[in-house]
């Protein structure tokens, strides 16, 4: 028998469309590495605009991405609160949007020119995402650094 909408796990696209929790502080999102660290498992790590990754990362190699990811973020957003990232669930997380300090726009979407996240860490197999700017070249050169592409 064929399962309903109401009966399936919700794909990778209707998650990343629901509902976030942001993270607001910077304390918070020590808390927030922290636990995805401890969470003994392997995360898909996604720089919109570049090639979806197709295996997740864990251990050092993902401990080494997190502290990589926050020095950005705290070097470029210069202010004394986060505000930049989401996740689904802060406790217990599976999938975390992190827009980049420097194309920031309306990530609500309520300019009418939605933009998305530049980095998603994600416990299911990511799906392209659409990103009608272009990549900063320091960004893609970071990126590459960090992941030897």
């Known amino acids: 028998m064929p399962l309903n909408a109401a009966d399936r796990e919700p794909g990778f696209r209707e998650r990343l469309d629901g509902g976030f929790h ?5 304390p918070q999102l020590d808390q927030l590495w922290q636990r995805v660290k401890e969470s003994g498992g392997e995360w898909y790590l996604y720089q919109v605009g570049e090639a979806v990754p197709r295996a997740p990362i864990g ?3 993902l401990e080494s991405a997190i502290g990589e990811l926050d020095r950005l973020l705290r070097h470029d957003h210069h202010y004394d609160y986060c505000g930049i990232v989401y996740a689904d669930d802060p ?5 975390i949007k992190v ?3 420097n194309n920031l726009g309306s990530s609500c979407g309520c300019s009418g020119v939605r933009i998305p996240p530049r ?3 994600s416990r299911m197999p990511p799906e392209p995402i659409e990103d009608h700017g272009p990549t900063p070249k320091g960004r893609s050169r970071w990126w590459q650094r960090l992941f030897g592409g």
Do not use: F, K, S
């Not at 942001?22 to 910077?26: A, E, P, T, V």
């Not at 406790?91 to 999938?95: E, F, K, S």
């Open 22 to 26: 942001g993270i607001l502080r910077w």
């Open 59 to 61: 251990g050092e190699r």
């Open 91 to 95: 406790r217990d997380p599976t999938l």
């Open 99 to 101: 827009y980049d300090p």
């Open 119 to 121: 980095w998603i860490l």
